[in-house]
């Protein structure tokens, strides 16, 4: 933020976050990936912080570890193999890797077509290319003709920051959803992208696979047991559940700690497949619980919480407060993703305020 | 290809059937008619086919008559008994719309019975305007929407390299077709990665839906732009069967090494001349007498020289 912009100049509704450099968030390896580059002598001049903790981008290393056993694997790019990782499959792999530059609606035609040669390829580049830009031919020639293609979508949601509304994917699991013979899953962490892209490996058909920034805190300690289509119940409660996705589940543990705290007994359920939806897992959220709320990093229109309504509402259920909680149907301000989380209430503190809301 | 049995009949290809005491000269002429006379097949069999259907796309598929005879009946190493065979030869047909001509082919050869396209386009049917690899065998990939068809064959090429499988990946593309963007990223991908074993055919049948590709969106010089791309190029009369022949044997058969583009000279509606450079047939229905006019029309195959206004256009703004 400007320093000669005073907070009162701020668009209505916007608070203001602490100034960098103390207080920003690295932004750097958005572009650099987590791996030190150059030879800096302080780790802060890429990053406000010491981005040594922080839990790296997975993609790249387990996809070249589950090639070591598979041939099928495949790993195709669009000039981001180091925002991604992918970097680090094509140091072990590099025939089996692909860049084809600033191109992504090609990107994800070549890898249909290795697709249709028996291959199984990743294609990944930033969530609002790979899901936007790319969405007919995810649509034609991956989902429509059931090839084994995982358009990876990284970066999603604002995690992009200040880089915005180009770079932002808010739209990608409205979109995505409504394609058919396409599976939607969001990864939650970096044990759980392992999870996913070893589950992803024999699903029939197409996928997409949502990805945060890389830095996403961590929910399971170890890879989970999963499948894909189930969801998982993190946490127990009797009064209020929140189902949730990818990005947003930390912050749904934390709001439920909190809430416990208030007298509000709070079950967390990871919906990471957003399609095919858990219907019973829903039903049950409804059945179980006088309240649920969904919280997602995206637009609010056609999400995993119109998923949820949908079902809810077709089932007949009555008498559950129901709210989706998102971004609403605006384009986001500028602004560190953390300052635009909490602007839009979807750190813990906020899931925690809109429950509350909710249960008013 | 080997099996050339036409629907209800029981020629066999002439070539194939050639005694040894034939000259060479005197099995390609026999081997070319049996060419014409296959892209005959598929255009009479277009019209039939899209009188069922109440529509069709007639005037892109007699442009690229000869490529599909070509290709299908003399060119492609497949075979309609292993559709999937991992080492075939594979076709995508960017314009997607020349399904209605290409399904008779499949048929014809054997991968399908030639009853089963009495369906076309009614519920349910394996076969609609635009090909589905999932319901018909022999189609390499579904298609229908333009511009993908060069990166799906540039996908499968790269895939062919990566399996050690020789075979050849060939992508029929429209030239109104090479407006779309991505072909060009296609067409990068393709020589950086130099997919020698990658032909792209471009069926330059001069008309896209709004009149002359010159007029609407100039796409020429094609041959240039491709070759400013990294690809090996030539030009070739893309109704001549001899030309489309000897022209695609000339082309190299190696990886490793640039990727091959074939502009075929066509002329959009070919072989029927209400519908010859007219922007009024890319979608048409024949009924009654048009329909058996038509047919008639058809009949005796393409004449040497064509009837009226087949020669490609020339001037300036062609070009």
């Known amino acids: ?360 | 290809m080997q099996r050339t049995t036409e629907a209800g009949t029981t020629e066999a290809r002439p070539a194939a059937a050639g005694g040894l005491a034939d000259g060479a000269a005197e099995q390609d002429q026999r081997l070319h008619e049996h060419l014409r006379d296959r892209a005959r097949f598929i255009r009479t069999e277009t019209v039939r086919l899209a009188r069922i259907a109440g529509a069709g796309h007639y005037s892109s598929v007699f442009s690229a008559a000869e490529l599909l005879s070509v290709l299908y009946y003399d060119q492609l190493r497949i075979d309609p008994g292993a559709p999937r065979a991992p080492g075939r030869d594979r076709v995508v047909l960017g314009k997607g719309h020349i399904a209605i001509g290409l399904y008779p082919v499949l048929a014809n050869l054997g991968y399908f019975p030639p009853s089963d396209l009495d369906t076309y386009t009614r519920l349910g049917s394996p076969f609609g305007d635009h090909p589905d690899m999932k319901k018909v065998a022999g189609v390499d990939f579904s298609s229908g929407s333009l511009g993908h068809g060069l990166s799906i064959a540039a996908g499968m090429a790269l895939a062919g390299r990566l399996s050690g499988l020789p075979y050849r990946t060939w992508a029929v593309l429209g030239d109104g077709e090479l407006c779309e963007g991505q072909v060009w990223e296609a067409a990068m991908t393709a020589s950086h990665y130099r997919l020698g074993r990658l032909v792209a055919v471009v069926d330059a049948n001069q008309l896209s839906i709004d009149g002359f590709v010159s007029d609407v969106m100039a796409v020429e010089p094609v041959e240039e732009r491709f070759a400013a791309f990294g690809w090996q190029t030539c030009r070739v009369d893309g109704h001549d069967v001899a030309a489309l022949r000897a022209c695609f044997r000339s082309l190299p058969d190696q990886d490793d090494g640039p990727p091959l583009l074939v502009v075929a000279d066509t002329v959009k509606g070919r072989g029927v001349a209400r519908m010859e450079l007219s922007p009024d047939w890319h979608v048409g229905n024949l009924s009654g007498q048009d329909y058996d006019d038509v047919l008639a029309e058809l009949a005796g195959g393409l004449s040497p020289s064509g009837p009226g206004g087949t020669e490609p256009r020339t001037d300036g703004a062609a070009r």
């Open chain 1, 1 to 360: 933020m400007s320093t000669t912009r005073s907070p009162s100049t701020l668009p209505e509704g916007l608070a203001p976050d602490a100034p960098g450099p103390t207080g920003s968030q690295d932004q750097s390896e958005i572009f650099n990936g987590t791996a030190q580059v150059g030879a800096l002598k302080d780790s802060r001049s890429r990053d406000g912080n010491d981005v040594r903790d922080v839990p790296a981008f997975v993609f790249g290393e387990e996809l070249a570890d589950l090639a070591d056993v598979d041939p099928r694997v495949v790993v195709l790019t669009a000039d981001l193999a180091r925002a991604n990782r992918a970097n680090d499959f094509a140091a072990r792999h590099p025939s089996r890797f692909v860049n084809v530059g600033i191109a992504e609606k090609n990107m994800i035609s070549v890898a249909a077509g290795m697709a249709s040669c028996g291959y199984v390829p990743f294609a990944a580049t930033f969530a609002s290319f790979a899901a936007l830009l790319g969405c007919e031919q995810i649509r034609t020639d991956c989902a429509y003709p059931r090839m084994p293609v995982r358009v990876v979508g990284h970066h999603s949601g604002m995690s992009m920051g200040f880089y915005g509304t180009s770079h932002h994917s808010l739209e990608d699991l409205g979109l995505m959803r409504c394609i058919a013979d396409l599976t939607v899953v969001c990864a939650t962490d970096a044990n759980h992208l392992r999870a996913v892209l070893r589950a992803s490996l024999d699903h029939p058909g197409a996928m997409y696979i949502r990805l945060g920034r890389g830095r996403d805190p961590e929910v399971y300690p170890e890879v989970p047991t999963i499948e894909i289509g189930t969801a998982v119940r993190l946490r127990e409660g009797t009064d209020l559940t929140i189902l949730t996705t990818g990005t947003q589940v930390r912050a749904c543990l934390d709001a439920a700690e909190q809430l416990d705290a208030a007298g509000v007994s709070t079950r967390v359920v990871d919906v990471f497949t957003v399609k095919p939806l858990d219907v019973e897992e829903v039903l049950a959220a409804a059945r179980d619980t006088s309240a649920v709320l969904v919280v997602e990093e995206g637009n609010v229109s056609n999400g995993l919480g119109t998923a949820v309504g949908e079902v809810l509402l077709e089932a007949g259920t009555t008498g559950v407060r129901f709210r989706r909680h998102g971004v609403p149907d605006e384009h986001v301000p500028v602004g560190p993703p953390a300052a635009l989380y909490a602007h839009y209430r979807l750190d813990a503190d906020g899931v925690t305020a809109v429950a509350q809301d909710l249960l008013r």
